[in-house]
């Protein structure tokens, strides 16, 4: 790096990337520099996490990604072998450190090879990957800073030596927050920080963000989050990285002006091009008629000034649209969910102690609390999947009830993407499940795919869509924007406005609980405190 760009944390230049077939980006460049708060959006499957991974020296690419090695990095990766590991969170770091050690020796055996001194460009980026994996293994885990960070964000240290597949994903996502930013680092990439945090995590979080001269790159879709965070966004958009220098708020303005503007500037185009081409045609034909070489010099002329004009691009053709709708059953009755002195224990662990509610038809509630106090519990209880409680719950028996699990229990990881949606009526044509996939941006090059190829965003959009082809007269939803794009969310948000039928949910979205919630649950001290009315006019502190 020149003495200029002495605050220059990262540069990628002529970036490509493809999975499979599907080219992610092309040509891309993106520039961070100390102090950023970076947040890297884009749809879904755009490329972000295969992203981070190329920067963390985890993937393979072409093109440069320039690292000031003056600079440490730490990186939050989503590790789905992390969520169901049986070891205790040390035995977890000592493992994942040697890992790191291994990769490391990997790397450095690839230096033996004469012919890797022969391309600069390949000598200089296997030295640049060796380099951040060999400062990633050799950072020292500080586990009495982690506990310090962990204490803050109210982790229970009961369960610090309890195997991780045990623990909730609240305290999961905690545990993988604290063992980053422990670490003595200058630049912190964290993928998808918030999912299942509660809410005075997350204010931690963006609390601890704010105030730090630390450099971050965060991928992130909760919106308030974004928002509170973010100095710069950059979004990954037709291949390419579009930099917003701006907050969230700013981006989404800026962003809708220039589509606006590229679209004009398209339309235009096309118009200019459809009226040459008809005077080229018209000319080309008088010049056949009557044999003018005028005319033809002249059609020809017209053509070069046509295509000197270039090709424009479509928004429309890379800003991913949704049409989504659910459509609600036939139920008529008031009484929808009734709890009469209920209770509700694990084990020694009481969650709901003697506590009565009413749900009816057309209300749509969100339950609020801690992680680890019963809001996923409650929602499986009125899914009628979890029966061992004390007490009464009246589920009203004609009732037709859709359930969304955050950990994808009730899906077959055998099953392909056909099968499992097939469940939810048996007489659908292919091309009729085919479309309500496209209407989720599902890729349809993965629709043979086993469920246990999928990743979680992948997982939520096909759960989302079996949801859509039954009529219910309920929707329990749990954690339902979780690993799902800012455009998807939004469209989420409309369709479940629009849906006629009963709405309980579990959610950390702040924006999303807004925009659907008309009735607040709050669980706290085995209690249920009801609040009816908009989720912003409340103080919760959950």
């Known amino acids: 790096m020149t003495q200029n760009n002495q605050d220059l944390i990262l540069r990628v230049r002529d970036f490509e990337k493809t999975y499979g077939t599907k080219d992610l980006l092309d040509k891309a460049e993106l520039t961070i520099h100390k102090g950023d708060k970076v947040t890297l959006l884009g749809q879904n499957g755009c490329g972000k996490t295969t992203f981070i991974k190329c920067v963390a020296g985890d993937d393979d690419y072409y093109g440069e990604i320039e690292l000031n090695p003056e600079y440490k990095l730490a990186l939050m990766e989503q590790e789905k072998s992390f969520e169901n590991t049986p070891k205790t969170f040390s035995d977890y770091l000592e493992e994942k450190k040697q890992v790191l050690l291994e990769k490391q020796s990997e790397l450095e055996e690839k230096f033996t090879d004469p012919e890797i001194y022969e391309d600069t460009l390949k000598y200089e980026k296997l030295l640049a990957d060796c380099t951040k994996i060999q400062i990633r293994a050799e950072t020292n885990i500080d586990e009495v800073k982690i506990k310090q960070i ?11 030596n309890k195997p991780v597949i045990s623990l909730s994903g609240g305290q999961k996502i905690k545990l993988r927050l604290a063992e980053i930013l422990s670490r003595d680092a200058d630049f912190f990439i964290l993928d998808e920080p918030t999912n299942h945090l509660d809410f005075k995590s997350i204010k931690w979080l963006e609390q601890r963000i704010r105030t730090t001269d630390k450099t971050f790159l965060l991928i992130s879709h909760d919106r308030h989050f974004v928002s509170v965070v973010s100095n710069k966004i950059i979004e990954i958009e037709n291949l390419k990285f579009i930099e917003y220098n701006c907050g969230f708020n700013n981006f ?9 503007e590229i679209k004009n500037k398209f339309t235009s185009i096309e118009r200019e091009k459809a009226r040459l081409k008809k005077s080229e045609d018209e000319k080309r034909k008088w010049a056949h008629l009557v044999g003018s070489k005028k005319l033809k010099a002249q059609a020809d002329n017209i053509k070069r000034r046509s295509d000197n004009l270039g090709e424009s691009i479509n ?33 020694q662990l009481k969650i709901l102690d003697d506590v009565d509610f009413l ?11 801690k992680n680890g106090i019963g809001k996923s519990t409650l929602l499986k209880m009125f899914a009628g999947l979890d029966e061992d409680y004390q007490g009464k719950l009246q589920i009203n028996p004609d009732l037709h ?12 990881p055998k099953q392909t993407v056909m099968q499992y949606l097939w469940e939810a009526d048996q007489s ?10 496209v209407q989720f941006g599902f890729d349809l090059t993965r629709i043979d795919n086993k469920i246990e190829k999928l990743s979680g965003g992948e997982k939520t959009r096909i759960s989302l869509v079996k949801l859509m082809l039954s009529r219910f007269d309920v929707l329990l939803l749990d954690e339902p924007t979780n690993n799902l794009d800012v455009e998807l969310i939004e469209s989420l948000e409309k369709a479940l406005k629009n849906y006629k039928g009963t709405i309980v949910f579990v959610s950390h979205d702040r924006r999303f609980i807004d925009r659907v919630a008309e009735k607040i649950f709050i669980i706290k001290n085995q209690k249920i405190e009801i609040l009816s009315g908009d989720y912003q006019k409340f103080s919760i502190n959950s």
């Open 315 to 347: 928004p429309d053709e890379f800003n991913e649209t949704y049409d989504l709708k659910f459509y609600n059953g036939n139920f008529t009755a008031t009484q929808v969910f009734k709890g009469q002195n209920l209770s509700k224990s694990f084990g």
């Open 359 to 369: 749900i009816e038809k057309q209300e749509r509630i969100v339950l609020l609390g």
């Open 428 to 437: 659908l044509m292919e091309h009729h499940v085919i479309s309500y996939l």
């Open 252 to 260: 989404l303005l800026r962003k809708k002006k220039r589509h606006e």
């Open 150 to 160: 962990l204490s803050e964000l109210g982790f229970e240290m009961n369960d610090y």
């Open 401 to 412: 009830i859709g359930y969304l699990d955050q950990e994808f229990k009730d899906m077959d």
